[in-house]
């Protein structure tokens, strides 16, 4: 089973009652059903949207810029590729802030 089997099953992002009390089918007994049936709901945090978002931009293609990609790579082959070291510093230690940042986020 993927990712993308298990969110669908589960309907993420959805909520809606995942079980009734008195519904467990234990030992081929049928649950009894009441008028005053109760259910339990499951709410799903932004993170599940958000890998949903992800999950449908891995779905329909490419994750990064094939032509970008080739450009480096025939740029490497030349022997005229740079990198910009004081970007690349810049970037990782944004990273490792954010990274050791309490997450103050919802």
Do not use: C, W
């Amino acid at each position: 089973m993927n990712i993308s089997d298990s969110i669908k099953k589960v309907g993420v992002g959805v909520d809606k009652p995942t079980l009734e009390k008195g519904s467990a089918n234990k030992g081929g007994e049928k649950a009894a059903s009441t008028s005053t049936a109760s259910s339990d709901n499951v709410t799903l945090s932004s993170a599940s949207v958000q890998l949903q978002s992800i999950e449908a931009g891995m779905a329909t293609g490419e994750v990064y810029d094939t032509n970008k990609v080739e450009e480096i790579k025939a740029a490497i082959a030349r022997g005229d590729f740079s990198v910009d070291t004081a970007k690349v510093a810049d970037g990782l230690l944004q990273t490792v802030k954010d990274l050791i940042q309490p997450n103050n986020k919802g």
